[in-house]
């Protein structure tokens, strides 16, 4: 058995931030699920599909040229799409909305599952996404679910936006990641929710690294009752 932390939750939450951390401290592969909806939401966009299309995305999903590279210094993860590095246009917030848009559909959730899959191999998998710990990895070594409030999170992706030169409005990001969280919720597939056997980690008040030095001693303890089994 392959170990995996799956790490879901909202948008904003810090979850990305503290999956990237966790995989390097402990030396396993990452996987940004989020970033492959980005991916196909981008394509669609480059070859003028409607995002609405069922059937054209999810061919699209099944097709898509895309691979993420770690340069040695291990400080970023770069992604490629079609021979092309697009971390800066991924990492937008209309390519989030396009994201949430696509990942809505179940045939692209489908066409994407296996390719998820395959990320787990040794010596383990920090799997950073929404729906990780429900539907992806349902036999997790660990399922954590970390949230934080829609202002919080707001304040967070204000506070980059800011740093990067990029001009945001506080009140309007909210409101966005609160009809993202809701569109994200109530999906017929795969919807937002903590899995039943999920820890559920509120960092609205906790900075990053006590939340990694937290997630690390609750894996420890979960790779002990798993080695006893």
Not at 62 to 91: H, I, K, M, S, Y
Not at 100 to 108: C, D, E, G, I, N
Not at 187 to 211: M, N
Request: net charge neutral.
């Amino acid at each position: 058995m392959i170990p995996v932390l799956a790490i879901d939750g909202p948008g904003g939450s810090g979850k990305g931030t503290v999956s990237k951390r966790l995989a390097q401290a402990l030396g396993w592969h990452l996987l940004d699920s989020g970033a492959l909806y980005r991916l196909v939401g981008l394509a669609a966009r480059n070859r003028g599909i409607d995002l609405a299309n069922e059937a054209q995305v999810s061919e699209l999903a099944e097709q898509l040229d895309c691979r993420f590279a770690v340069p040695e210094n291990g400080e970023l993860v770069r992604t490629w799409l079609d021979g092309e590095c697009v971390d800066d246009r991924l990492r937008t917030e209309s390519a989030g909305a396009d994201a949430s848009v696509v990942a809505a559909l179940p045939a692209v959730r489908t066409a994407l599952l296996a390719r998820q899959r395959a990320f787990a191999r040794p010596p383990g998998l920090v799997a950073d996404g929404r729906d990780m710990g429900t539907v992806v990895f349902p036999a997790a070594t660990l399922k954590v679910f970390l949230t934080a409030s829609a202002e919080e999170r707001a304040r967070r992706r204000y506070k980059q936006l800011m740093e990067q030169g990029l001009s945001a409005n506080l009140r309007a990001l909210q409101e966005e990641m609160e009809a993202r969280d809701r569109r994200d919720a109530e999906r017929a597939a795969a919807p937002l929710k903590p899995a039943a056997d999920a820890w559920v980690l509120d960092c609205t008040d906790v900075g990053i690294e006590t939340v990694v030095s937290m997630i690390q001693e609750r894996l420890k303890q979960a790779l002990s009752t798993a080695d006893m089994r």
